[in-house]
């Protein structure tokens, strides 16, 4: 599976976003403006991450800092967050809809995530080649995510359908993740998720054997 810079930001965010949440034991790192912010912060890191996957002649640089300067102006507030939140919730839903193949209720659902988030194209080229954004980062930050994690997500959904939407088999973790395998048979979010649930299943047949 190749993505271009820019859909590979938004497909990982989105990702991101969603765990921000652990179904399994409550956990939200998304309660406070303070914790927005600083997943904005920490965004950037996948903007760097892409800079070894040399994707498209982009200016790494130039996109790195430009990313910088926008979450630095947005001030969150609290009503961001109660955005954000309710935009992860029904973006879990698109992973669950798809892990059920059910393509056109997860079409629809990023349909009217869309449509409120108010996602217009426009060409951009400050920081490579001519490509599309869809977000307007004048509209503030819980626009901002919400335009471009359902942008990345239906461009999963459109060009490799819902095979690729993952939720962690482990039963003590359930991350969301898209599946990049060759076969499309990814069961666990990490390699550590896979090692644990190995270990479990080691241990059960052992005891079953004793």
């Not at 640089?61 to 954000?84: C, F, G, L, N, Y």
Request: aromatic share 10%; proline share 2%.
């Amino acid at each position: 599976m190749n993505f271009t810079y820019y859909e590979s930001l938004s497909i990982y965010l989105g990702v991101d976003l969603i765990n921000t949440l652990c179904p399994v034991k409550g956990t939200d790192n998304l309660s406070t403006p303070q914790e927005l912010k600083q997943f904005l912060v920490d965004s950037e890191k996948r903007i760097q991450d892409l800079v070894s996957e040399k994707n498209g002649g982009f200016d790494w640089d130039a996109a790195i800092a430009i990313h910088r300067e926008t979450v630095q102006s947005w001030p969150v507030s609290t009503e961001d967050v109660k955005i954000v939140r309710s935009l992860r919730k029904s973006l879990r839903t698109v992973f669950e809809l798809a892990r059920e193949r059910k393509a056109q209720e997860a079409a629809a659902l990023l349909n009217e995530q869309l449509r409120m988030s108010g996602a217009t194209p426009r060409i951009s080229w400050l920081h490579g080649p001519y490509h599309l954004h869809f977000e307007s980062v004048e509209d503030g930050c819980a626009h901002w995510l919400a335009t471009t994690t359902t942008m990345g997500l239906s461009f999963v959904l459109i060009e490799f359908g819902t095979e690729r939407f993952g939720i962690c088999a482990s039963t003590s973790c359930q991350k969301v993740f898209i599946d990049t395998s060759k076969n499309k048979s990814k069961l666990y979010c990490s390699e550590a998720c896979a090692h644990r649930e190995s270990v479990a299943a080691f241990r059960k047949r052992k005891r079953s054997n004793s």
